[in-house]
């Protein structure tokens, strides 16, 4: 910790301060010409400065870590293109609820008015992705604009807030001011909905036969996975949940029906059509829109959450329940009583596990997504993490990696970014240095940020990445062909990357047979290094299931 009664100090060493008082132990970043001044005074802090590859790379590391922690993860860069580069990880955090805080150096306040050197307008160009962004211009309000940077990070929803500190004022000396240090902040509590919308709440649950609950992200960020699975047993309703509420409800309970998300009419579509109730527990429109599931408005909806619901046609409704989301299911559990289980959807479910483990133990070369997931989750423990990019793989992981708690999958599914993973991974593993971190990836979103496996080597955090090689990228081929039916201008050719992980002095595997993804995966977790797995993925999967889905009605109609 820097002394605290310096009557030196700067603008600099007080805002490294006012970051240690935030709690942050982490700082994700490139030094820079313009940001020198902060960098000296992180030598003297207890806060750890991670040196990252590019600055994408340690936005997606600030991502990730707020994501799991629910405290904003920082992130650092010079002025210009170090600014520029935090861009898509910064938009991904505050479409995804991950609160972060995203500090840019700037130039000297005197060459703002004329063309300059590097010199872009952060303060706009961080607006529309942020929910806050101001600039320093005085040193005696540094603590009030960091103070309200993680408020609006933190404060639901969650998302990214941004500090433009210029080169000139980050070196001027503090006010000796008692009004200008570091200041206090205290937990505010959840407000508790009224008791009049609990009722009409409870009242329509009551009224209908086949209630069904979508559960998403919020629902996850408020700690409610007790409550709302206490709340399905007891009123015997199914839980759908979005890809980014996960492990809301075990796979493995009777009453979790399995993940919505992917483009296609899947099984989960069925059961909301069967239904005439959908009690939407902290769910948010960017994750899935209601045009997914409620075109044509045949829905009832309970709106329950910690906010009130986003503006849309196609979500209107009926009841709004707004506070603590375990304390409102509490409370509408009390009020409600249900005696009928949900049989028509238990054989739904009994059917999707059946078509979710066809090709579990296809032992094809190249292999099967289905196979490659179902092994993971032998080698992965509950509450191990898999971080997922963006791509085909990300459809398969959606639909067919069961959970049993939340933030054990973390997918991005609000901005949804390719080259997330390795990144993210790495602050995972930061976090919960001993659970098995796991990022799996396509080749394409592995190469968007692949120069981050040489952060994570240096800083010693062995995480392990399994590429889904198809050398191409699958999730834009898939779609061609079920639009088209066949694709272009998607393929490309791909580096070794066993060779290029034993480069940096990593360990590299690659997979020859579906025998060995277990035993490679265990060896992996074995390492004290970093380690990636290339796995030859079998793509002509996704049109297969394309051509199911497509049956899909009449496949279960046929069935039930």
């Known amino acids: 910790m820097m002394k605290k009664d310096s009557p ?12 240690e008082n935030e709690g942050v132990k982490y700082i994700f970043g490139i030094p820079g010409e313009e940001n020198l001044d902060v ?56 479409s995804d609820g991950a609160p972060l805080v995203a500090i840019t150096g700037q130039v000297d306040t005197n060459r703002m008015h004329i063309t300059s050197h590097q010199f872009l307008d952060l303060v706009q160009m961080f607006t529309p992705i942020t929910k806050r962004s101001k600039q320093i211009v005085r040193p005696d309000s540094i603590n009030e604009i960091v103070r309200i940077a993680f408020k609006y990070a933190e404060s639901e929803k969650p998302g990214a807030a941004h500090i433009d500190l210029p080169n000139d004022i980050a070196k001027l000396p503090v006010p000796e001011d008692p009004n200008v240090m570091p200041m206090r902040h205290t937990a505010v509590h959840q407000e508790l909905t009224g008791v009049a919308d609990v009722e009409k709440a409870a009242g329509l649950i009551f009224q209908v036969e086949h209630p069904v609950i979508l559960a998403g992200h919020s629902a996850v960020r408020a700690h409610a996975a007790e409550a709302l699975t206490k ?34 009419r899947d099984f989960q579509n069925v059961m909301l059509d069967n239904s005439d109730l959908v009690i939407a527990v902290g769910y948010d429109i960017v994750e899935f829109s209601p045009s997914k ?93 898999l971080i997922s990019d963006v791509g085909a793989h990300k459809m398969w992981i959606g639909r067919q990696y069961n959970c049993y708690h939340p933030n054990t999958c973390i997918i991005s599914n609000g901005f949804a970014s390719m080259g997330i993973s390795v990144p993210g991974a790495i602050a995972a593993k930061l976090i919960y240095p001993e659970k098995k971190v796991l990022a799996v990836s396509g080749d394409g979103g592995f190469m968007m940020n692949c120069q981050e496996m040489e952060t994570a080597l240096r800083i010693g955090v062995p995480i392990v990445v399994m590429i889904f090689n198809d050398s191409g990228y699958g999730l834009i081929r898939w779609k061609q062909e079920d639009h088209f039916g066949s694709s272009c201008f ?31 995966l265990e060896d992996a977790f074995s390492q004290n290094v970093p380690c990636i797995i290339d796995c030859p993925i079998d793509y002509s999967e996704n049109t297969r299931l394309s051509e199911r889905l497509q049956k899909m009605d009449a496949w279960i109609a046929e069935r039930l």
Not at 8 to 19: D, I
Not at 490 to 515: C, H, L, W
């Open 39 to 94: 960098m000296q005074a992180l030598r003297n802090s207890s806060i750890q400065f991670i040196t990252t590859r590019h600055e994408q790379g340690a936005a997606f590391m600030a991502d990730v870590y707020g994501r799991l922690t629910g405290k904003a993860g920082v992130c650092l860069s010079t002025l210009g293109p170090g600014a520029t580069n935090l861009v898509t990880g910064v938009a991904d955090a505050n």
């Open 8 to 19: 030196t100090m700067t603008a600099a060493e007080l805002l490294v301060r006012c970051l």
């Open 293 to 385: 599931w409620n075109r044509t408005q045949n829905h009832k909806i309970i709106h329950l959450d910690v906010r009130p619901a986003h503006i849309h046609s196609l979500y209107q409704p009926q009841v709004q329940v707004v506070g603590d989301i375990s304390d409102s299911l509490e409370k509408i559990a009390v009020r409600c009583h249900r005696e009928n289980e949900p049989e028509l959807f238990f054989r739904l479910k009994k059917l999707m596990l059946e078509d979710y483990s066809a090709a579990e133990s296809d032992d094809g070369f190249p292999i099967k997504p289905q196979r490659v997931l179902h092994d993971i989750r032998q080698v992965l423990g509950q509450e191990d993490i």
């Open 490 to 520: 998607t393929d490309f050719t791909n580096p070794d990357f066993v060779k290029f992980a034993e480069s940096m002095g990593a360990k590299g595997y690659r997979i020859q047979s579906a025998e060995e993804i277990i035993p490679v």
């Open 231 to 264: 709340f399905a047993e007891q009123l015997k309703i199914p839980v759908i949940n979005t890809m980014m509420a996960k492990g809301i409800i075990p796979m493995d309970n009777q009453y979790s029906m399995g993940t919505m998300g992917i483009p296609q």
